[in-house]
C-alpha cells in the first residue's frame, strides 16, 4: 500500500521544492533522493515514469516535462511493484496538474491519494 505523495517543482533559479505532500506527518524524504528523482528525468525532458528504490522504499514518479517542470512521486513499500500503480498515478497527475492555478490541487491531494489506496492496481477511473 502506497505510504504518501509528494508534488514537487523545479525551476533554474530556486531548484528543487516540495508544493505538497500527503499524508503530511508520514511523508519523509532527503533532499539527496529529491535530486536522484530529478536526475532520472533531466535527460528527456519528456513527460513519463521513472522508478527507483532508496533504503527500502521505492519511488514512482510521475514527470509532467520541461514545460511546467512538475514531478509527482508515489511512495511504495519495497515488495510493491513501482508498474502496479502507473495507470493511477498518470491519471491522478493530470488532474494535479489540471489544478496548478491557484493551487486548487492543495485541496484535493488527500482524496486523490485515498484513490489510488483503493482502487484495484492498474486500474483507472478516478
Known sequence: MPNGIIVMKYDDR??????????EEKVKISSRTLMHIFNLHEFSKEPGFASLSIDNINFLTYYSGSETDYFIILLLTILENPEDYEESLEEVSEIILKNLEKNEYLKILPSLFKKILTLPKNKTKI
Open 14 to 23: 530556486s531548484g528543487i521544492d516540495i508544493k505538497a505532500k500527503y499524508p
